[in-house]
């Protein structure tokens, strides 16, 4: 193997989070300044070789490295250019991330602890995108669930511990699950790297019932992290974490990781052509979108806020598996693009969310009258992520849908307009509220529960603030943007291009 | 082979010098003897595996020259020397954390691990079926001495442990004499070809079978093991469960891949691989209901030990070689991760002060390293990627995927891994409790926490040397 910088730049994405992470836990607790530094050099390191990597993908050069691990399955990294919408989505949010975090847990105890599994969490979830073949993947999806576990329980209380618990027992259970599929699948095919178009199309008819059991396997051991209905359960109980934390199960890393694999095993593992033979894509199809209304009226029902985002999560990365089980191109880049989008809008709601809860100590729907005086900026970018996620042009969510229902169209099938007409309607139904109560009532007589940062220039600290600012401005950016080459959609189009071939 | 003849001698050697002139010496340089012996011991061992990874085949040996026939025969095949490899590594870890953590150890403990790595060196080597029967003995009797240095409070479990054992031995030797007398031979080689499946071979296999299930604690044989391993001194009980029910899986092997007759070893597989599978669950169950954590670590041994035997049923029913490399990858995987798992529970227990799983409330704040420790062979034990349990929990699924009607067995495996995760994210849960945190008595041993660690490092580090140990494997077991 010769060592060049193309070999060595997938390892060196993830050693730039890694190797922080490994030092963040040798820091000792008072030494913050050292753990900031460590964090954000962390970062700006990542994005500068995401950007590089980046351009080069776009030049048409290939980045992959290699090792030996098992019998005719190597371990692989390769930077193709879905890994890197990916790669490239939770670099950007994970600064924003970090950002937050440093504020949201300034004097509380164990921040070493937390910082350093919070780099690990970030840098299995590179690993992930960059996956060059199933064992890879599997390798780093196990990680992720051992780096994250410790953030769900950060608090360490009895409720943490019992949503740590559960949390467990899903995505345990369903890595195992996913580790049958696979090797289902390598003692078919073996485990090729991930290719356009997939590698089973030729075995498709010999082995038709065991390529189904494995398509199985591993739907319902990705569908747990990407929260299919029924293996949603954990989530909304995983709320008991920080807001950090919580941004990054449903933006960054754990949500996505599911939604990834999903796209990842039906573009490039089976294929387009081998999916519609073995007649795969209409259950896929059905339980997107039975999670998609599900989730959406199981949100309306909750009054907790972070609920209620939960909740919508579960409903809104369903789109991503609907667009994939599509099996249009045209939505297929409303899928690959959501990826992106909604990471955006709901990073932006769960910083919001947190801003409140500090701030204010805000937690219920019925506290938020009158939030839009105290806190209009957080008000403000919230209500930019909530008219997001209905759809409202020209946010980042409209786009989605847009290409979503024209590529459901495209294919002929009406019934997903339905679907998703619905599931818009319930978003407003659930969304709308918030925002009338925030700007349009008056705020509680009796004053706020806490009212911190009461007597400062800014509505809360700068650094709870600017992150929402950001990642809000982003949404609108790449829908405004949407027709350049360098958004998030036509990095999309640039995607499926070479995934069907056109 | 002169290698390998070292590797053996050497550790037996210091155990007798330690033994006669022991009480001479300091503690600490009884230690460094003991220590150092494990490393020459080591080395020799990687030079007898280069040796015969170069011969390409099983190199034979008559001790003292005799005709075969006549003569004590040793065996070095690839297996038996990485079985070398892999207790010399195991005995200098263990031996390490004795010498170099806080509490010491009783001086005793030198002469006998030194005994116990030359009898298992001896027992990897043998190819007799009586020698193999001292070897055990002298193994089991090594074992019960050493679970009994922790003091009063261990003889009771030492003493059935020693009972038990002999009862096994004697099961095991009757079956020899039985075999003797049908055929007049006890080389294993020689033997082989001869054996038929009539009414006195049965008898002895049956015997010799019993026996060494109780010896390696395999279901439904398995109770005595909890409260012993339990009861040692820490170090102990990692070498016992690492290694030392090891030894009599590994006679068992021998049993029945080569000496019994192969339509006899189809019968008895099914019903190996049933005990293997009822064992991972079983011991995996009793783990999670365990209220200490020594012995929650214990009978994830029984339940560990299920993969082995299970691994060792299906090679016996398919004649399959990866079976026969998921077995060897699984009993070096668990070996490693469970003397990590051991040396782990007892830093912690010493640190906080209690016996009991609740009082590691906690632990990630008040013994960091060590709960890592826990953690990081807990998940070798689960199998997940890319860890040595992983590895053999691979080699093993595919031909069992492979084929529509083996997938009853996956579902076996699936059923372990979800078990053994249970009983260790138990633990590692709690250890996450920040409401009613458990306050350590003593400061934590820094170095004891640390050398707790390496073997768990070890394990995950397998995954990278996972090919050549495959290979190596592959390349002839016998």
Redesign the interface.
């Known amino acids: 193997m010769t060592l060049s910088w193309t070999t060595l730049l997938p390892v060196l994405i993830i050693l730039s989070s890694l190797i922080p992470g490994l030092l963040i836990f040798a820091t000792p607790e008072a030494a913050a300044r050292r753990r900031i530094t460590l964090n954000l050099t962390g970062v700006s390191l990542k994005l500068l070789l995401v950007g590089l990597m980046l351009a080069g993908v776009s030049q048409g050069l290939e980045f992959r490295f290699e090792?030996?691990?098992?019998?005719g399955a190597q371990?692989v990294l390769q930077g193709d250019a879905l890994a890197l919408q990916f790669v490239a989505l939770s670099s950007v949010l994970w600064l924003m991330t970090t950002i937050y975090a440093i504020a949201y847990l300034e004097n509380s105890p164990?921040r070493s602890?937390f910082f350093g599994y919070f780099s690990l969490c970030v840098s299995t979830t590179v690993g992930l995108a960059l996956a060059g073949n199933m064992?890879t993947f599997?390798?780093f999806y196990?990680?992720l669930t051992?780096a994250t576990?410790?953030l769900v329980?950060?608090?360490?209380?009895?409720e943490?511990?019992r949503a740590?618990?559960v949390y467990?027992a899903y995505t345990?259970?369903g890595?195992?699950?996913l580790?049958?599929g696979i090797?289902?699948l390598?003692?078919?095919a073996g485990t090729p790297d991930f290719v356009p178009g997939g590698y089973l199309t030729a075995l498709a008819d010999e082995h038709a019932?065991?390529l189904r059991i494995a398509f199985g396997l591993m739907i319902l051991g990705l569908g747990v992290k990407a929260a299919l209905v029924p293996l949603h359960g954990w989530l909304p109980q995983a709320m008991v974490a920080p807001a950090p934390v919580s941004a990054l199960l449903h933006a960054v890393a754990v949500v996505k990781a599911g939604a990834f694999g999903i796209i990842r095993v039906v573009y490039d593992v089976y294929g387009i052509e081998a999916t519609t033979l073995l007649s795969l894509t209409q259950p896929l199809m059905w339980l997107a979108a039975i999670t998609i209304i599900f989730a959406s009226i199981r949100a309306l029902q909750q009054q907790d806020i972070k609920k209620r985002l939960a909740y919508s999560t579960v409903s809104q990365v369903s789109y991503i598996t609907l667009g994939v089980s599509l099996v249009g191109p045209i939505a297929a880049v409303g899928a690959i693009v959501h990826l992106v989008h909604q990471g955006l809008m709901k990073v932006t709601l769960f910083f919001c969310a947190g801003n409140f809860a500090e701030t204010l100590g805000i937690h219920k729907i019925q506290e938020m009258d009158g939030l839009g005086q105290r806190m209009p900026w957080s008000m403000a970018a919230f209500t930019v992520g909530a008219l997001g996620m209905i759809g409202v042009p020209p946010i980042a969510g409209f786009i989605s849908k847009w290409y979503l229902i024209t590529g459901a169209l495209e294919v002929n099938q009406q019934w997903v307009l339905l679907v998703l007409g619905g599931s818009a309607l319930l978003n407003a139904a659930y969304f709308l509220p918030l925002i009338y109560r925030g700007w349009f009532r008056a705020p509680p007589a009796g004053g706020w529960h806490d009212n911190n940062f009461a007597d400062q220039r800014l509505e809360t600290h700068w650094m709870l603030l600017l992150p929402p600012l950001i990642t809000a401005l982003l949404s609108i950016l790449v829908g405004v943007f949407a027709g350049t080459i360098f958004s998030p959609l036509g990095w999309s189009q640039f995607i499926v291009n070479r995934e069907f071939g056109l | 082979m002169n290698f390998a003849l070292l590797s053996l001698a050497i550790p037996l050697f210091s155990g007798l010098l330690l033994l006669l002139c022991g009480r001479a010496l300091r503690t600490r340089i009884t230690g460094f003897i003991a220590i150092a012996s494990t490393l020459i011991s080591l080395v020799c061992a990687w030079f007898a595996l280069q040796e015969v990874a170069a011969a390409g085949t099983s190199l034979l040996l008559n001790l003292g020259g005799w005709e075969t026939g006549l003569a004590i025969r040793m065996r070095l095949s690839s297996l038996s020397a990485l079985l070398l490899l892999f207790t010399a590594l195991m005995h200098l870890l263990i031996g390490l954390y004795a010498g170099l953590n806080r509490a010491g150890i009783n001086r005793d403990f030198w002469a006998l691990s030194c005994f116990l790595h030359g009898s298992l060196a001896a027992l990897w080597l043998s190819a007799d079926l009586f020698n193999l029967y001292i070897t055990l003995e002298l193994l089991g009797l090594t074992a019960v001495a050493m679970v009994a240095l922790s003091g009063k409070k261990a003889y009771r479990p030492a003493a059935h442990y020693l009972i038990l054992s002999l009862a096994a031995s004697l099961f095991y030797l009757l079956g020899v004499a039985l075999l003797y007398g049908r055929y007049g031979e006890l080389d294993v080689l020689l033997l082989a070809p001869r054996t038929e499946a009539d009414v006195t071979t049965r008898l002895a296999l049956l015997l010799m079978t019993t026996g060494l299930m109780l010896k390696s604690a395999l279901w439904p044989l398995h109770l005595w093991l909890p409260p012993a391993h339990a009861s040692a001194p820490t170090a102990v009980s990692a070498l016992l469960s690492g290694l030392v029910v090891k030894g009599p899986l590994y006679i068992l092997w021998v049993l029945w891949s080569e000496v019994a007759p192969p339509a006899l070893a189809q019968q008895i597989g099914p019903v190996l691989a049933i005990a293997g599978m009822i064992a991972l669950t079983a011991g995996g169950l009793s783990a999670m209901r365990s209220p200490s954590i020594k012995t929650l670590v214990a009978y994830s041994t029984v339940a560990q030990l299920g993969y082995a035997l299970m691994a060792l049923g299906l090679l016996l029913t398919w004649q399959l070689p990866q079976m026969h490399i998921a077995l060897w990858l699984f009993v070096i995987a668990h070996g490693l991760a469970k003397a990590s798992l051991f040396l782990a529970a007892g830093e912690m227990q010493s640190s906080l002060g209690t016996r009991r799983v609740a009082g590691l409330r906690g632990a990630t704040q008040t013994v960091p390293v060590a709960m890592f420790a826990f953690a990081v062979a807990g998940g070798s034990l689960i199998g997940l990627p890319p860890s040595g349990g992983f590895l053999a929990k691979w080699v093993l699924l595919e031909p069992l995927l492979s084929q529509p009607q083996n997938w009853p067995w996956a579902l076996g495996v699936l059923l372990g891994t979800l078990v053994s995760a249970a009983y260790i994210f138990r633990v590692v849960a709690l250890s996450f409790d920040r409401a009613r945190i458990n306050p350590p008595d003593i400061n934590p041993d820094r170095v004891g926490h640390w050398l707790a660690l390496l073997p768990a490092l070890m394990v995950w580090g397998m995954a990278l040397s996972g090919e050549w140990l495959i290979q190596l494997l592959a390349g002839g077991g016998v």
């Open positions: 090792l030996t691990f098992l019998p371990l164990l602890r064992i599997l390798l196990e990680l051992l576990f410790p329980v950060h608090r360490g209380t009895p943490a511990l740590g618990r467990l345990l259970g890595g195992a699950l580790l049958m090797a289902l390598h003692s078919i019932f065991s």
